[in-house]
C-alpha cells in the first residue's frame, strides 16, 4: 500500500558530495515523518536524519553541519524526501535506507522501509 523508491547512492571521494532521494506514493492520508537511517558492515542500523510533517528536523551528531534532509509534498499521497550529503567521509560509507510512517486511507498507521542504496566515501 505504499511504495518508497530511493535513488542517489553511489561512490565518491573523501570531501564529495551525494544526494539522496526517497519517492513515497501509495494508500496515503498523511505523513507523520520521513528520515534517513543507515547500516554499516558489522553495525547496527542508526539514525541519519529525520523530518516531521511540521518541518521539525533532528540530526545524528556525526552529520551535523554537514547533511540536509529536505522534503517536497506534491499531495498527501506523494511525498518525496532528500538527504544531501556534504564533506563526505569514509566513515559514511554504509547502506542509506529510507523511511516513513503516517496514516493509510483505511485507517490505520503504517511505517515503511526502502529497498536501501548504497554508499561508498573511498579514494
Known amino acids: 500500500q505504499v511504495q518508497l523508491v530511493e535513488s542517489g547512492g553511489g561512490l565518491v571521494q573523501p570531501g564529495g558530495s551525494l544526494r539522496l532521494s526517497c519517492a513515497a506514493s501509495?494508500?496515503?492520508?498523511?505523513?507523520?515523518?520521513m528520515g534517513w537511517y543507515r547500516q554499516a558492515p558489522g553495525k547496527q542500523r542508526e539514525l541519519v536524519a529525520r523530518i516531521t510533517s511540521g518541518g521539525t528536523t533532528r540530526y545524528a551528531d556525526s552529520v551535523k553541519g554537514r547533511f540536509t534532509i529536505s522534503t517536497i509534498s506534491r499531495d498527501n499521497a506523494n511525498n518525496t524526501v532528500y538527504l544531501q550529503m556534504n564533506s563526505l567521509k569514509p566513515e559514511d560509507t554504509a547502506v542509506y535506507y529510507c523511511?516513513?510512517?503516517?496514516?493509510?486511507?483505511?485507517?490505520?498507521?503504517?511505517?515503511?522501509w526502502g529497498q536501501g542504496t548504497q554508499v561508498t566515501v573511498s579514494s
Open positions: 523511511n516513513t510512517d503516517g496514516l493509510l486511507r483505511v485507517g490505520s498507521d503504517f511505517i515503511s
Open positions: 501509495g494508500s496515503i492520508v498523511s505523513i507523520y515523518a
